[in-house]
């Protein structure tokens, strides 16, 4: 078994639609250890995050399988705390989307251990 640090998600930016920020194989795990959010937008711009198994697709709307839904303002970075220290374990996603597509960027970074 071995464990390396590892830049998961750098120079990305969330589309209007779900796509996969993050995975893991069937045969390893990710320890998230910091993620960001930058809306670059001069508007505030709604964000959707799910934390998934990679075969599932997420769904929005009351009753759905997001983890995150939120507004992040304009012009500003966040933290995504709830996201921070938690695991993918094997055949996981953290996907993600925003009501407006290429102005949110997103920075993930943590440990894969195989």
């Not at 320890?31 to 670059?40: E, P, R, V, Y």
């Not at 925003?98 to 920075?107: C, F, I, K, L, Q």
């Amino acid at each position: 078994m071995a464990t390396s640090l590892d830049n998961f998600t750098k120079e990305a930016q969330l589309g209007a639609g779900e796509s996969a920020l993050v995975s893991t194989t069937s045969t390893e795990k990710k320890f998230i250890g910091m993620m960001t959010l930058t809306n670059t937008s001069d508007v505030n711009v709604e964000i959707t995050l799910w934390r998934i198994s990679t075969t599932t697709a997420g769904t929005t709307g009351s009753g759905g399988n997001w983890v995150i839904n939120e507004t992040i303002p304009a012009k500003r970075t966040v933290k995504v705390s709830k996201l921070i220290g938690q695991v993918l374990g094997s055949s996981m996603k953290i996907s993600g989307l925003a009501g407006t597509g290429a102005v949110v960027n997103v920075d993930i970074s943590g440990t894969t251990e195989t």
